[in-house]
């Protein structure tokens, strides 16, 4: 994660670090992605990013945060249900709106699959970038809790369990769906979302 200083610079700045990182991630994936063309495409000297960045890990974590902060916020915003019909219908709504913020860019469907690659390939990577996570995990906590209290999340694991049953299977998936390199397609995506649904239902349906 970025150092707290990070969240205080000014948002031009931010706006310009995170361009030019998902420009060459996305382009070149995370191993080979140039810290150097990065900094000269937002215009940072060295001595500037290692005030704002540990190193380039950190850098990659912000990148996949502000990807997935419009779905962080929807889930947060998760609606009430009230009924099991309401609640696997906004299950399907929160994963429709990630779909589609992904589908709208194709930055983003790269920068997805050049990330994602090596997350399941860079444990180091993967420790720094999970706790970016950490809303969106409690999120879908509390998600899985309503869902028991409705009946219709099975009770005899707890949330935590289950989500970390969710979150194994779906690091499983990215290994042996994402391409080995190159741009993930948008059927791709959808393909990877239905089986994804799928597997998550049947494991946390009462």
Known sequence: MPRPRYERAAP???TA???AARKEFGR?????????RILEEAGLSKGAFYYYFDDKADLAATVL???????????????????????WGELKRINRV??????SSRESLDVLASLGR?????RELAEKIMPAFAPMVAAFLDMLRRGQELGVVRKDLTAEQ????????KEGMARAFFPAQGPLS?????RFSEIMWDLLERIIRA
Do not use: C
Request: net charge negative; aromatic share 6%; glycine share 4%.
């Open 65 to 87: 945060l502000d990807l997935y902060t419009p779905s962080t916020e929807h889930l947060e915003a998760l609606r009430n249900p009230k009924s099991a019909e309401a609640y």
């Open 17 to 19: 670090i995170l361009k």
């Open 12 to 14: 031009e700045l931010k």
């Open 186 to 190: 948008p059927e791709e995506l959808e």
């Open 98 to 103: 990630q779909l589609d913020a992904f589908e």
């Open 118 to 122: 090596a997350m399941t390939r860079n």
């Open 28 to 36: 070149a994936g995370y191993e080979a992605a140039s810290l150097n």
């Open 162 to 169: 289950l989500s970390a049953v969710v979150g194994s299977v």
